[in-house]
């Protein structure tokens, strides 16, 4: 047996992580990041002449699934054309057999870096930002599920970017509005797309039993052992901290985009902490803490129907309006009026001021 | 280390080759334990050498015995992948064995050993005085465990190349990749040595290296104790999917 | 919202007859009260109308401000000028008013632009 040098070892190590790009348009320049399912790679795009990044399935392929449920993330995001949500540019198999997809490569920080040092109105105003493509994706019956600091990035223009959409589900609405839920999309067909190309893509595949939210894992073969991280009934996908009551339970069929709007409030109350992430809080005012309660609900009915009430709120609150989730007392309307109008009010209690004065000098 | 004419020093009757180990059919037994000495006799060897101080000899001696007993004493029936890694058992079994005969001041010399695998000490001690080092002595027998994990891959690779026709794809491979890094031939140097062309070269390494990391994932299967086990190694080692 | 002339002529109304009600402190000229109300009230809305017109034309917090004063003052000099005297008990307020109303115009209240388009 050939003695293999230990350089010769990390060598052949490090080749083996590189990904196989031969016969492929990329050049593996670097490994960004590695997560739960896949790597993403900084390559270079030879016939663009421009740096992309790659995800690649990197957890061993052990069920079909994980390369169906990244090939989703892909279709997903390719139906979500929106400034706020990464583009995808390809999709497909490794030469070695992974599959990946390519997306812009965003150069930035993410939230939870970005935010260290800038005061508590910049972070709200990054916040509403947040709310728009999520918005969106909504708007396309698309709940992303894993909404958390370190999925939201700040790019080097200050553009707000929402990332890994990797547990993404795709709400199933059979045509008509559903009564249970607010805002759902009134089209089918996109869901639809979705699934029959994810299908297409992996052809041997059962029919999916359509199931109301659509759970992709139907399309497994009949026989076939669950995959981890399936989203059957009783299984959890999420961050905790950020995972809603539902979530948490594995409720899967009650998922909508109030689920979104939970998370989205978790991170409006990381946003709220000094310095954020600190765990450290209260310290900011209630009409806040009533935004990140009401959001918060365990009881999904108590929650903002959608994250642009939520967004609009917080819009309120920097307006100095006063906001639906807190009822104010007089004491509390008065302060906000005078605070709002800090100059007027200086200006009136001056001339105030000024006439008690001549009155006191006109009786000496 | 001879393997079997389809290149697996185990052929995967069973899923684990623990589970082949821990099995009721006695060849089924033995080939796993074949299989589990191929892969571990070296890391196994190097480790007590240098953990215990032991001369050459009596390491020679203990590990042989060790192996055997592997066999004999079922020493793998207590083996629960739930509860570790496979090679992190076999070290510790090993540190108990050798406290054992220390303590008892009973290293036998076996006469003829249960094992089937011819064991090269002699290459292990070349090995042993060309390797590094560092850290403590369980973090040199991880590294040994890597560094024979990638040489049984390679053998693996050559064996598949050689059966398929394709002995100078390996050849190219072995010197550009297994190569010492300050002699390491260019693509020009290499396809006028190989009489091909420098595309060609690329497509080779390529070709290579994809069965390369095949046989990496094919011999790690033979080196851990359960699907969990080889999941976790694939994803940390080598950050792959294995199709 | 109202539109800015409309705001200037009631604050500035509304802040007249507070500024005239402040004569009763003064014995000398509390028989004249009323008259002293309503001409501060008056006073106020041609401030207020002009303040208003402005603020509709220049959209600037500055010069709202400064306009307003320079008018507040320029009517109350006005007022005083009638009187023979006061100047400063007079114009003091009235510059003071002009400012108030000023600053609010250029603040607040639609300016009207959007309303016609």
Redesign the interface.
Known sequence: MKFLPDQVVVRLQTGMQTPDLSGTRYRALELLGQGGMGAVWLVQDSILQRPVALKILTAENSSADLAARLMQEAVVLARLEHPGIVPVHDAGTLPDGRTFYCMKLVEGKTLDHYVLKLPLRERLRLFQRIAEPLAFAHSRGIIHRDLKPSNVMVGSFGEVLIMDWGLAKVLNVTGAPSAQVPGAVEESSLTKQVSEQVMDAFGGFSPAKQVSGHEFTRAVKPGASAPENATAHGTILGTPGYMAPEQERGDVNLIDQRTDVFALGSILQYLLQEPPGSQQSDSYSRPLRAICAKSMSAEMSDRYRTVQELAADVGRYLDGMPVSAYRENIFERTARLVSRNRVAVVLVLAYLFMRLLFILFSRH | ?APNPQGDAFPLTQHSVVAAAQGRDPEQRSRAIDAITTSYWRPAYKYVRLRWHVEREDAEDFTQDFFSRLLEKDFLASYDPAKGKLRTFLRTCIDRLFMNQLRDAHRQKRGEAAIHISL?FE?AE??LA???QTGSAEDYFE?EW??TL???A??RLRTQCRQAGKTTQFAVF?RY?????DNRPSYAVLAEEFRIAATDV??YL?FA??E??RC?LAQLRDMTGS?EE??RE??S??????? | MSNKIVLGLVLGGVLGILDGLTAWFTPAVRAGIVGIVFGSMFKGLIAGVLIGVFARKVHSLALGIVFGLAVGAFLAWIIAFMQHGYYFQIMLPGAMVGLIVGYATQKYGASGQLQRA
């Open positions: 280390m090269d290459e070349h090995e060309a390797s590094t590294k890597v560094r990638f040489a049984l390679v053998e072995e990749d297994l190569g010492d890094e690329t497509n390529a290296r994809r390369f990391r990496v699907d080889f999941h694939a994803r080692l080598l950050g792959v999917a294995s199709k």
